[in-house]
């Protein structure tokens, strides 16, 4: 009974539930991008601890590789002494106990990868991602947990999760709360506003062009659309982080926060301004879109391996699609600015040979491997840019069929509604809210647009809501041999060659150097160099490839000097502008005064 007894407390205690996890960082060196990590795990009596450092952080699919800026580790039990310990694989240290004790890991980490919004640290301001800077144990994964920032006196803490009794102390539910809730601290801007109820931040680091009280007056209006889609918000604060800086750029979601980088100078002109407003759009529509539900491969998340899943097309390219029409309905931006930013999505589309090898179920699941580059553009595509047109496709087939009554947006109120975390959605579970809404089976056009190359007839879509993608009048016609090239002193350095063009069929690839056209020397770009010539004419291209001088011919085709543009149908009927009216939410330019 006795030995029973005994084997039941250690049990007990190898449950994990008795204390916080608690974490404190250290600023040493900011001059040096370094820091000192601590965390005290509680008491357990397992033969091994193993904590570890995500290999990846949320919303960026690929593996970052995140411990490889950790020296000095050490663990200790509850009395201070030393822990044996050894690293057992690139991202996992086990510490060996010999008794139940609590455990003390502490480690530098060193932080100077900004654009990858996971950990930076420079004599001015930290960004945290737990991702970046704080081990985890699986035993202790769901236990509370506690940070505090030993930072410069001037510096202010600003995070989705609450404080914890000090300014530069945060508290969360458990891990997967802090590795979802950044925080930003240093010196920066800060500003508070309350729309609906609900409290928001503005924090900003870094000097630049931007307009702040622009900036927040749109903000406010971007708060009040999450109810154009869901039926209510995930989140009673929100905080929108802007990094104001050089040499990064993106944005990254949080449970409920973003982290927005832009280059210090491009905030100022209208398109610089509405490329940062769409950032924070598409990063707001993720509060729900990923944060609130999201597909089950990626539930619950893996740190430190690859997490597949064949919807990330609806997980980002759905996010991407809907921010315009939330920046439309709320009157950020107007229907010009609007068809401008779709045109440029389409005409990436038109301009990708990836589209007719790479499928958004293919390319969802290979977002983990998938890489960029010449080959990439030839034979894939993305989940931003093919995952955005096929929800417009879906969307608006959705809208015609139920005369304006249904649409992709009951799609995702549905899939938030019936799919919270910790459950996540599959493919059945979006083709079961297709068929509920709609009566009809989706699955012949799942198969069609979604398992295979989606084969999108953008003057029949379009036309249903009233516009027309046309090349613009006066566009006149330019030779091509379907490549882009690079200025690289006296040479072109070809840097795209598109597959199955004139420069494909030539023997042309990538990182030949073009010398002479008809034995004339290239001017400062393709396009110059090839004024002089029309489509259809063929031409002798010398070029250098492995230091040596080579020869090919090919035949010129048409390009133009103006892409297609999406305009307004002037002659669209009624029928038309009503579905516009119900996929916009606002009227169709044709009937604006």
């Known amino acids: 009974m006795k030995r029973f007894l005994a084997l039941s407390v250690l049990a007990a205690l190898s449950q994990s539930a008795f204390a916080d996890v608690n974490y404190s960082l250290e600023i040493t060196q900011p001059e040096h991008h370094l820091g000192n990590v601590s965390v005290a795990f509680p008491q357990t009596a397992q033969a091994h601890l193993d904590v570890k450092l995500p290999a990846w952080r949320t919303g960026r699919y690929e593996i970052l590789n995140l411990a490889n800026g950790v020296r000095f580790f050490q663990a200790k039990d509850d009395e201070g002494k030393a822990l044996n310990w050894e690293k057992i694989n ?34 001015s301001h930290a960004f945290i991602d737990a991702s970046g800077f704080f081990m985890f144990s699986e035993s202790f994964r769901q236990e509370p947990v506690t940070v505090t920032l030993d930072v410069p006196k001037a510096w202010r803490s600003v995070s989705g999760m609450d404080n914890a009794g000090s300014k530069h102390s945060f508290k969360a539910a458990d891990y997967d709360v802090l590795v979802d809730s950044p925080i930003e601290t240093g ?22 062009n931007y307009d702040v009280d622009l900036m927040l007056k749109d903000l406010k209006k971007l708060v009040t659309t999450g109810n154009v889609i869901w039926d209510d918000y995930p989140y009673e604060r929100y905080v929108f982080m802007v990094h104001a800086t050089s040499g990064a750029g993106g944005a990254t979601e949080h449970l409920n926060s973003t982290i927005i980088q832009r280059p210090r100078d491009r905030f100022g002109s209208r398109e610089d301004y509405l490329a940062f407003i769409s950032t924070a759009a598409h990063e707001f529509i993720h509060t729900w879109n990923v944060k609130a539900y999201r597909p089950e491969g990626l539930v619950p998340y893996d740190y430190t391996n690859m997490n597949f899943d064949k919807l990330l097309w609806i997980a980002e390219g759905s996010t991407s699609y809907f921010e315009d029409h939330l920046m439309v309905r709320s009157g950020i931006s107007t229907t010009d600015e609007f068809f401008k930013s779709l045109t440029k999505t389409v005409n990436r589309h038109l301009l990708t040979p990836g589209r007719d090898v790479q499928s958004a179920t293919e390319t ?47 799609v995702h109120r549905a899939l938030y509604n019936l799919h919270k975390l910790p459950e996540g959605f599959s493919v059945d579970n979006v083709k079961a809210i297709l068929k509920d809404l709609t009566g009809r ?14 084969k999108i007839d953008f003057d029949i879509l379009l036309n249903k809501v009233g516009l027309v993608l046309e090349r613009p009048k006066g566009a006149k016609t330019l030779a091509s041999v379907d490549a882009m090239a690079k200025n690289s002193g006296e040479l072109l350095t070809l840097t795209h060659v598109r597959r199955g063009g004139a420069a494909w069929q030539a023997g042309l690839t990538t990182a030949d150097k073009i010398v002479a056209i008809n034995k004339k020397h290239v001017g400062k770009d393709l396009k110059a160099s090839l004024e002089t010539f029309k489509a259809g004419d063929k031409v002798t291209v010398d070029f250098i490839r492995r230091d040596a001088l080579q020869s090919t011919t090919l035949t010129l085709t048409e390009d133009f ?33």
């Open 90 to 123: 690139a991202s996992t240290w086990r510490v060996h106990l010999d008794e139940p004790t609590d455990v003390q890991i502490d480690y530098q980490v060193y932080a100077n990868e900004l654009g990858k919004r996971a950990r930076h640290i420079d004599d």
């Open 187 to 208: 010196l920066n801007e800060h500003h508070t506003f309350k729309v609906g109820g609900r409290d928001y931040e503005l924090v900003i680091w870094g000097e630049g």
């Open 364 to 410: 969802s699941f290979d977002k983990w491997i998938n890489q960029g580059g010449d080959h990439a553009r030839n034979y894939s595509t993305n989940i931003y840019l093919e995952g955005s047109l096929i929800s417009m496709a879906l969307d608006i087939d959705l809208l015609e069929n139920s005369q304006g009554k249904q649409s992709y947006r009951d």
């Open 441 to 454: 089976d989706y699955s012949t056009w799942w198969a069609a647009n979604v398992d295979s190359p989606a």
């Open 561 to 593: 000097d103006k892409a297609k543009k999406i305009v307004v149908n002037k002659e669209a009927t009624e029928q038309q502008m009503a579905l516009f009216k119900a996929w916009m939410g606002v009227d169709h330019p044709n009937l604006v005064k």
